[in-house]
């Protein structure tokens, strides 16, 4: 268990409305990652970052945005969803450099109808 | 043009049999890392192994070794002696240049099942 708590585990969302995801950590790791993973596609950077209100985006960041305002929370917000966000959100967080790993959270799926 | 390829979108092994799970690369980085991550049915990511760029020795870890070919840009994951319980999706990531921030990139993934 790599201290990364994901919430909620699951969602069912209407288009349109704003939902929020969080990601927590416990092992105050500086680099932070939120993916989505879809069937054929597997696993997209969505927006990541690299310290407390440091952030940068990833492949598929249209539509989502982001927020650190503590090491030990990362905040996904989907605005205004949409059908096309119906996926399972992965976070992701690491000591940086690239020899090394990312521990992964255990998933939030959301679906928006 | 894709970073990451993973071409087998399912593979079959008898248990107790090696397997090989394709993964080639694109990078124009001199220093990159590659890994590979299970992710079983329950839907966790597990961090399996990982192979520098500049080291000169395959990865293995217990059941698990790389076959790292630089030239070929490959870097395919063998398991050795499968098991029931390696029946999962496994992903092949990479992580370019050196960079404390740099991100990992993700192959489509191969799902793999093992039978009796």
């Known amino acids: 268990d790599a201290g990364i708590t994901q919430s909620p585990r699951h969602k069912v969302t209407e288009t349109g409305t704003p939902v929020t995801l969080r990601c927590h950590q416990t092992e105050n790791h500086r680099y932070m990652y939120w993916y989505r993973q879809d069937p054929g596609h597997g696993l997209r950077l969505i927006h990541y970052?690299?310290?407390?209100?440091?952030?940068d985006k990833g492949e598929v960041s249209d539509g989502y945005s982001v927020s650190r305002s503590k090491t030990e929370d990362f905040l996904l917000t989907l605005e205004s969803a949409t059908s096309s966000q119906t996926s399972v959100y992965f976070c992701?967080?690491?000591?940086?450099?690239?020899?090394?790993?990312?521990?992964f959270g255990q998933g939030t799926r959301l679906t928006v109808v | 043009a894709q970073k990451i390829t993973q071409t087998q979108p399912g593979m079959f092994v008898q248990e107790k049999e090696a397997v090989t799970l394709d993964c080639t690369y694109d990078t124009s980085d001199q220093s990159y890392g590659l890994f590979w991550y299970k992710q079983p049915s329950s839907g966790e990511m597990i961090f399996l192994i990982y192979?520098?760029?500049?080291?000169?020795q395959n990865a293995t870890e217990g059941r698990y070794s790389l076959n790292f070919q630089k030239a070929r840009k490959s870097a395919n994951l063998v398991i050795s002696a499968s098991q029931l319980g390696d029946s999962a999706m496994y992903f092949c990531a990479m992580r370019e240049g050196s960079q404390a921030y740099s991100t990992l990139t993700f192959g489509k993934g191969t799902m793999l099942l093992v039978s009796p």
């Open positions: 992701a967080i690491s000591v940086g450099g690239g020899n090394t790993e990312a521990f």
């Open positions: 970052s690299y310290g407390v209100k440091d952030t």
């Open positions: 192979q520098g760029s500049y080291d000169e």
